[in-house]
């Protein structure tokens, strides 16, 4: 829901409804206050409107939320230059190129605040082109570029020196636009204004060509870094009499730092054109044509990893493993020294560690899955980290899997258990298993059995019962299973429990003398707590044994059993009665077993 309000934001910024855009980003702040993404897009619309006392007030938070983030000082510095604030913007701007040194946007913009420094503010009052006025076209995107038009620049000149002169120039649209964003006065239709947009390159296509399949963070707001405020006369040249459109003065040579920097924003642009043939030649399998396309966007714009993670992908796809890995190292690598976005990089990470699982290089690959998570936590390489350590364990077992070895060691078990060195027979069988486990040995439930049988004999009644259950799971019809379990729940007073294993063990062999007498070690024991012939110990233990189990304190809480104990308590002569009721009967007879009532 905020990337949503976020877009619609972005997408009434670009089209100059800056109070529209605030509200977006308001909105979307509201249901994501940490983001601080936002609050740097609300800062620069707010700065549109030249409210640089709020735009500072969110600058300042996102500085506060991400304190590494180049752009934040930018509009850090924005506000406060709009403020003429200038000591403060040129220090917003330093503190930004300390963590994003070749941010080519600080730069010049601290080349702005600097020289704003160094000169004094002019303009007579009351003109109406002085330097707020110029301030506001310098801050719209969509007005900026006429200011490095010299026409433009002297007919504001002649209308600064000559008011009445406005009127020779009334049909220039670019006035209408000036005016409209200068002074708020809305002189342009709807449709000069779009025509307006698509003359000064407002188009938001210029920032399109984010990396198919990547979650991209940062804003796609335009710097709006101030420039001091000037009027007609600072910008037009010196000597230049009131000029007429036709006959336009000279322009000001660009510095070689802005050749520079407009020649590198030409070639990411055609970089990112490159990536998008690249991802549309992938999507159709032409994965040589798209290899193409990204190596030719590296060549020309070498500060965006994603040219590479996007070239490893389609090696990957080829089954060109290696190169894939090469590709993702290199993004690695060249990633920190950018600083780029840590999804960027952990996805580079996750790639690689794709390759390596193909190549079989699984511990190697879960190394750089574990590093992929620490970049960035994602659900999908997780899953894979984790599939892939399976794999790796279940290639282990099998490596180890020997049935030779396996009986061997099985041999030695069985001896070790008629010598009554139960340790060691555990040992051997349970080495016995690890190399014969139950998917590979027919046999394995024996083991279990087995080592169930040691365990009872060493006091260790739950390992035996977990071996003596796995011994049923695997062999069903197995009465060993069901001999060695009893035996466990009748050692752990479980009488109850150890009766219906015996059972259950005789519906497969009816005739098992052991099951028989294991039935009638249990019956006894449940009549010797009937009967009254336990201590009170003994009560005590069953009792307390009873009260964990969940049956009984279900029974126990009952409101109509609570009565029928409480009857039975004041009048034992309504028993005969309650006995009556199938379901309170079968709720005493549970009672009765577990000695928790005790009857005659």
């Known amino acids: ?156 000149q002649d209308m600064g020196k000559n008011p009445a002169n406005m009127s020779k120039y009334l049909g220039d649209s670019r006035l209408q636009q000036a005016l409209s964003v200068g002074l708020g006065i809305n002189m342009m239709s709807g449709d000069n204004f779009k025509k307006e947009q698509g003359m000064n390159g407002a188009s938001a296509s210029a920032t399109a060509g984010q990396e198919e399949e990547e979650d991209d963070d940062d804003d796609s707001m335009p710097d709006l870094e101030p420039a001091e405020p000037v009027d007609a006369a600072q910008t037009a040249p010196a000597k230049a009499a009131p000029a007429k459109p036709s006959k336009p003065a000279e322009p000001e040579p660009e510095s070689e730092e802005q050749r520079e920097q407009k020649a590198e924003a030409q070639r990411k642009e055609q970089a990112l054109k490159e990536k998008e043939h690249g991802n549309a030649a992938y999507k159709a399998k032409n994965f040589d044509v798209a290899i193409g396309h990204y190596d030719k966007a590296y060549e020309l714009y070498d500060k965006d990893i994603s040219f590479l993670t996007n070239r490893a992908a389609v090696q990957f796809e080829k089954g060109s493993y290696e190169e894939c890995i090469a590709d993702c190292d290199k993004a690695v690598e060249r990633g920190r020294e950018l600083r780029a976005d840590y999804k960027l990089v952990a996805k580079a990470f996750t790639r690689k560690g794709n390759a390596l699982v193909k190549t079989d290089k699984l511990p190697e690959a879960i190394s750089v899955y574990q590093k992929a998570l620490t970049e960035h936590r994602n659900a999908d390489t997780l899953k894979r980290l984790q599939d892939t350590e399976k794999l790796l364990k279940e290639r282990t077992e099998e490596a180890y899997v020997n049935l030779d070895l396996s009986n061997e060691e099985k041999e030695k078990g069985n001896q070790a258990f008629k010598e009554q060195k139960y340790p060691e027979a555990v040992k051997f069988y349970t080495e016995a298993l690890a190399r014969g486990p139950p998917k590979v040995n027919p046999d394995a439930h024996k083991l279990h059995s087995n080592r169930a049988a040691c365990y009872t004999k060493l006091g260790a009644w739950d390992a035996g019962l977990k071996d003596a259950d796995e011994c049923i799971k695997l062999k069903p019809d197995f009465t060993k299973g069901y001999v060695r379990k009893g035996h466990l729940q009748f050692f752990m007073k479980e009488h109850e429990e150890a009766m219906k294993t015996y059972e259950l063990g005789l519906s497969y062999d009816k005739d098992n003398q052991e099951l028989k007498e294991g039935l009638m070690r249990c019956q006894q024991a449940i009549n010797k707590f009937i009967s009254g012939d336990a201590s009170e110990e003994e009560l005590a233990q069953r009792r307390a044994r009873a009260m964990s189990d969940p049956e009984i304190q279900n029974i126990m809480t009952d409101p109509v059993m609570r009565q029928v104990l409480q009857d039975l308590q004041e009048d034992p002569r309504t028993a005969q009665k309650h006995m009556q009721q199938p379901q309170i009967r079968l709720k005493l007879d549970k009672l009765i077993k577990a000695g928790i009532v005790r009857m005659g």
């Open 1 to 156: 829901m905020a990337d949503a309000l976020k877009a619609q934001g972005n997408k009434a910024f670009q089209a100059g409804q800056f109070e529209e855009a605030i509200k977006h980003f308001t909105d979307a702040i509201n249901l994501d206050p940490s983001n601080h993404v936002l609050y740097s897009n609300r800062s620069a619309s707010h700065a549109s409107l030249s409210q640089y006392d709020d735009a500072l007030q969110d600058a300042e938070k996102v500085v506060e939320l991400k304190p590494d983030w180049g752009k934040g000082y930018s509009r850090l510095g924005a506000a406060h230059h709009g403020l003429q604030q200038l000591d403060e913007a040129v220090s917003a701007y330093e503190k930004g190129l300390t963590y994003d040194p070749q941010n080519a946007a600080l730069k010049q913009s601290l080349n702005e605040a600097k020289q704003a420094q160094s000169r004094p503010q002019r303009g007579a009052p009351g003109n109406m082109f002085g330097p707020e006025f110029m301030a506001k076209l310098h801050m719209n995107p969509q007005t900026r570029p006429l200011l490095s038009q010299p026409d433009f620049m002297a007919m504001l």
